[in-house]
């Protein structure tokens, strides 16, 4: 009988790893509100690494590293190279990409190569290059340049990026981050993706939607543009109308 | 103080855009202009989309020529009858621009053809007013009465079939070359979201000899009801029409161009005219370069629609 529970617990063992952990995490805001004096805004990732579900163990061993993927909605998007013809310098070719993120923000605790390795990486979609390295009618070669190029030319709009120190630990195993959301975030369905590595294996995840929406005015006037386009326009020339009419009123003298 | 715009999905300074709404406006009371021609590429220059800049702007030209259009109306300087004609010939011309605006935008040359039309139509036109200008006030100079051509002198122009009688202006002429000009302005204005109140002018006097009396009136009025209509296709077609952007520029430009009325009284005509001459060649000139000097990022990116 005292063997039988011997090789039970032993068995126990072999089938739980060691560091089975997974992540609590919290998001400071899942609905981020578009108005007219929006200027941007500030979010803050949090969360525990913690000892798994049924696990005997009370606390998980770091050290830890975290890295969050903040992405938002995907939009088919257009890279062009303008070239020197005839004198004049005009677009010429051009890539499309489809379903590209249109906001992409890495954040991690510490290098991106020390946490983990290029494959993991990879395979994980954590870094930008990852989105352009889908299959293209444009053929891999051009895809490869005009991504290269569509990455640089969104880092430099600060709607990509990779912050490679954002992520602090506060303890052992409690982290925060902060991303503060320019002005023109497009609005839409974001998702952020937190993923813990330990000797540079992913031990846990865990996905956190968030929405970033106009409201009130803004919100009417964007739907009434898109829904009613021919009485929007008619109201637009109504109010450019009385608009008119009231300066020439009012400014006569 | 920031304001957020729904269509162009940014924020931008508040006073900026009064701001740049009243400078516009003030030149284009001074001189008599939609100024569409200067505002849209201020605004591309300052971060708005191509296509939100050209199509907002439409709107801000109707608010812009509206009072002037009732003033000539009060006074009775407008032709009713050839404005009729301009302005449906414009709206044919305005279908084809929007049309081809939004082809060019799928292309992705939407900017070239922005730039190319800016520095053909402001070149050639900016060059021809100056030299007509310098021609005038160097006549004044010189002391020599100048001699206004006579508005009732025929060409070969008017000798065209389908003769209508335009009672107000005393005009007993084709209605080819007026149709013509309509369409082509409406097709230009829309595709390059300006007024071509600057080319209806010059048209109506050297062109159709309009008499003077009638000629700003009626362009005034063919503008207002072309971009009108213009402001309308744009947002059922491109649906980039940004109301609080228009109105942010409308403000401003509506208090901007009283004032530019006003100053304008204390410049004669020809002087008036050879300044715009300028402004019109300075930005020719900076579309000009921007085509010829090499970019700064040979690269660009545009959103082609939403993925799914």
Not at chain 1, 110 to 133: F, K, M, N, Q, Y
Not at chain 1, 178 to 195: K, V
Request: hydrophobic share 50%.
């Amino acid at each position: 009988m005292r063997r039988f529970f011997a090789l039970l617990v032993l068995s126990l063992l072999t089938v739980l790893p060691a560091d089975a952990a997974r992540l609590v995490s919290q998001l400071s805001n899942d609905n981020i509100q578009i108005t007219s004096s929006f200027d941007g805004e500030r979010l803050t990732f949090f969360g525990s690494v913690v000892p798994d579900a049924g696990s005997t163990e009370r606390y998980v061993e770091g050290p830890f590293h975290v890295v969050i993927v903040v992405m938002g909605p995907t939009q088919n998007r257009v890279a062009r190279q303008m070239t020197h013809n005839f004198g004049i310098w005009l677009n010429t070719e051009q890539v499309t990409f489809r379903n590209f993120p249109s906001y992409f923000q890495v954040l991690s605790s510490g290098r991106l190569l020390d946490i983990t390795d290029v494959t993991t990486l990879s395979a994980e979609h954590i870094l930008p290059e990852s989105h352009t390295l889908l299959p293209n009618e444009a053929g891999w070669w051009k895809t490869a340049i005009f991504g290269r190029e569509l990455i640089r030319l969104m880092t430099e709009k600060r709607l990509f990026g990779i912050s490679e120190n954002a992520v602090n630990f506060l303890s052992d195993n409690f982290y925060s981050a902060q991303l503060t959301l320019p002005s023109d975030a497009p609005p839409g369905p974001y998702i952020a993706l937190t993923y813990v590595f330990k000797d540079g294996e992913l031990i846990a995840r865990r996905s956190e939607g968030f929405a970033v929406r106009k409201i009130g005015f803004e919100r009417f006037v964007a739907q009434a543009a898109v829904q009613q386009p021919f009485v929007y326009g008619v109201l637009c020339v109504l109010l450019a109308l009385v608009t008119g009419w009231l300066g020439g009123v009012l400014f006569k003298r | 103080m920031q304001v957020y715009l729904p269509i162009a999905e940014l924020s931008v300074n508040l006073f900026f855009l009064v701001g740049i709404g009243g400078a516009v406006g003030f030149l284009s009371g001074l001189f008599g202009i939609g100024g569409g021609f200067l505002l849209t590429p201020l605004l591309i220059f300052s971060g708005v989309p191509a296509p939100v800049a050209v199509a907002s702007v439409t709107g801000q030209v109707v608010a812009a020529s509206t009072s002037g259009a009732l003033s000539h109306y009060r006074r009775g300087g407008i032709d009713m009858h050839l404005a009729m004609y301009l302005v449906l010939s414009g709206i044919i011309g305005a279908f084809g621009g929007v049309a081809f605006f939004s082809l060019l935008r799928t292309l992705g040359q939407l900017d070239l053809v922005i730039s190319l039309g800016y520095l053909l139509i402001l070149g050639s036109m900016g060059t021809i007013m100056l030299i007509e200008s310098t021609r005038a006030i160097l006549k004044r100079r010189s002391g020599i009465v100048v001699r206004e051509r006579l508005p009732n002198q025929h060409n070969w122009i008017h000798g065209l079939p389908w003769r209508v009688r335009f009672k107000k202006s005393r005009l007993y002429i084709s209605v080819l070359p007026v149709l013509i000009i309509g369409v082509l302005i409406g097709f230009v204005g829309s595709l390059l979201g300006i007024g071509g109140g600057f080319i209806m002018v010059p048209a109506l006097v050297y062109l159709l000899r309009v008499p003077g009396n009638m000629v700003i009136g009626t362009s005034l009025l063919q503008v207002v009801a072309m971009m009108a209509a213009t402001t309308i296709l744009h947002a059922v077609q491109s649906q980039s029409v940004d109301a609080l952007l228009a109105f942010c520029l409308m403000v401003g430009g509506t208090a901007g161009a009283q004032f530019g009325a006003s100053a304008g009284r204390q410049l004669r005509g020809e002087q008036l005219r050879g300044l715009l001459a300028l402004l019109v060649l300075a930005v020719a000139i900076r579309f000009g370069l921007s085509l010829v000097l090499a970019p700064d990022d040979p690269f660009s990116m545009a959103v082609a629609g939403l993925g799914g």
